[in-house]
């Protein structure tokens, strides 16, 4: 799954590159990186959908989730 992630996250990236506005493959985006546990970059591309689409409910949603995450376990670097 992760090889599939990663060819995944690719190819929305190259979608967006050529059309920063599509809001379905930057939601796309967003769920795969908060599957991925990349809240914070979740985070912006939901945040990037409402720009697009204020009432966007999925976005909305999203943004929910991503602020309301537990926060991770801090882990010092030895």
């Known amino acids: 799954m992760q090889n599939e992630s990663i060819a995944r996250l690719a190819e929305l990236h190259k979608v967006l590159a050529v059309c920063?506005?599509?809001?379905?493959?930057?939601?796309?985006?967003?769920l795969l990186l908060e599957q991925l546990d990349l809240?914070?970059?979740a985070l912006f591309n939901w945040k990037?959908?409402?720009?697009?689409?204020?009432?966007?409910?999925?976005?909305r949603e999203?943004?929910?989730?991503?602020?309301?995450?537990?926060?991770?376990p801090f882990q010092s670097q030895r």
């Open 48 to 59: 990037t959908v409402l720009e697009f689409d204020p009432n966007n409910l999925k976005a």
């Open 39 to 41: 809240h914070d970059e």
């Open 62 to 72: 999203g943004v929910t989730r991503c602020r309301t995450r537990p926060a991770r």
């Open 20 to 30: 920063p506005s599509d809001v379905l493959a930057r939601c796309d985006l967003a």
